[in-house]
Antibody, heavy 119, light 107 residues
Framework: EVQLVESGGGVVRPGGSLRLSCAAS????????MSWVRQAPGKGLEWVSG????????GYADSVKGRFTISRDNAKNSLYLQMNSLRAEDTALYYC????????????WGQGTMVTVSS | AIQMTQSPSSLSASVGDRVTITCRAS??????LGWYQQKPGKAPKLLIY???SLQSGVPSRFSGSGSGTDFTLTISSLQPEDFATYYC?????????FGPGTKVDIK
């Protein structure tokens, strides 16, 4: 079964750090780009960061640039998001998604992991 | 960054209605656009990719059109399970961006 499972969410104080992980299974992980997408409570979807198949190309939303770092380990079939200098507005459900190259096609999504930034 | 707008932000419709949602990009994005459906408490689901290609397993009442800056998602005959929020996504270049969403509810 093709599956993405996120982990690593939790409660963190403003200014703190957290590392999210996304474990992929059921497909050849290094055939695909990957992205992180978040959704604040009651709000819409926000693309956060993306990475190509070998990690050679990455992108970030302006809201997280310089604070978040995306990476992947193809040997471990895993995607990561290192989040530093966290703010209250980073509170959201974070999804990882498989990116089918182009055409706006994120065809597989995880169930999400919740990040709460609060003092 | 490319800005995506959607209209309307919400609509009320009845079962059997034809529903059209539009998405506009602030600059040309070829056909690098997808449409997603999200129900409460669930992850988004890909409906349409490359502006007009139907994702496998998605009912044929969903269709997409457009290229460049203007795009449309059409539901030909709204079904009870279609009441949800719909988003467009551009992946023409980084940073990718979603539209703000269109909530479709029951009239």
């Amino acid at each position: 079964e093709v599956q993405l499972v996120e982990s690593g969410g939790g409660v963190v104080r403003p200014g703190g750090s957290l590392r999210l992980s996304c474990a992929a299974s059921g497909f050849t992980f290094d055939d695909y780009g990957m992205s992180w997408v978040r959704q604040a409570p009651g709000k819409g979807l926000e693309w956060v960061s993306g990475i190509n198949w070998n990690g050679g190309s990455t992108g970030y939303a302006d809201s997280v640039k310089g604070r978040f770092t995306i990476s992947r380990d193809n040997a471990k079939n895993s995607l990561y998001l290192q989040m530093n200098s966290l703010r209250a507005e980073d509170t959201a459900l974070y999804y990882c998604a498989r990116d089918v190259a182009s055409g706006g096609a994120f065809d597989i999504w995880g169930q999400g992991t919740m990040v709460t930034v609060s003092s | 960054a490319i800005q995506m707008t959607q209209s309307p932000s919400s609509l009320s419709a009845s079962v059997g209605d034809r529903v059209t949602i539009t998405c506009r990009a602030s600059q040309g994005i070829r056909n690098d656009l997808g449409w997603y459906q999200q129900k409460p408490g669930k992850a988004p689901k890909l409906l349409i990719y490359a502006a007009s290609s139907l994702q496998s397993g998605v009912p044929s009442r969903f269709s997409g059109s457009g290229s460049g800056t203007d795009f449309t998602l059409t539901i030909s005959s709204l079904q009870p399970e279609d009441f949800a929020t719909y988003y467009c996504l551009q992946d023409y270049n980084y940073p990718f961006t979603f539209g703000p969403g269109t909530k479709v509810d029951i009239k």
